[in-house]
Nanobody
Framework: QVQLVESGGGLVQPGGSLKLSCVGS????????MGWIRQSPGKGLEWVSS????????NYKKSVEGRFTIFRDNGRNTVYLQMDNLQPEDTAVYYC?????????????????????RGRGTQVTISS
């Protein structure tokens, strides 16, 4: 079955950086778009970024554009999220998600082209 395992979260000061990783298994990784969503206390799920299967298209939530970079290594079945200039509002649990097609997406529901499988997530905390 589809499995997604995230890692790389932690506690950093504002302006700091983190690199999240997600290893996918149970499916042909290179056939599907991948992405990241997040959930912070008191807030619903937020889509953050996605990348198409062949890395031709990358989409970002407006508030992270220019600070976050998504990339993937299909040979390692891994998608990454490089996060720079982190701000307190980026504090959340970050989840890796798999698309239902090769096309990059902007959401987290099946209607928006995202598989329902979730990993355990990785906590990102930005605090001084």
């Amino acid at each position: 079955q589809v499995q997604l395992v995230e890692s790389g979260g932690g506690l950093v000061q504002p302006g700091g950086s983190l690199k999240l990783s997600c290893v996918g298994s149970g499916f042909v990784f290179s056939d599907y778009a991948m992405g990241w969503i997040r959930q912070s206390p008191g807030k619903g799920l937020e889509w953050v970024s996605s990348v198409s299967s062949g890395s031709n298209t990358k989409n970002y939530k407006k508030s992270v554009e220019g600070r976050f970079t998504i990339f993937r290594d299909n040979g390692r079945n891994t998608v990454y999220l490089q996060m720079d200039n982190l701000q307190p509002e980026d504090t959340a649990v970050y989840y890796c998600v798999k698309g239902r097609t090769p096309l990059a997406f902007r959401g987290w529901t099946a209607f928006e082209g995202v598989d329902e499988t979730r990993g355990r997530g990785t906590q990102v905390t930005i605090s001084s």
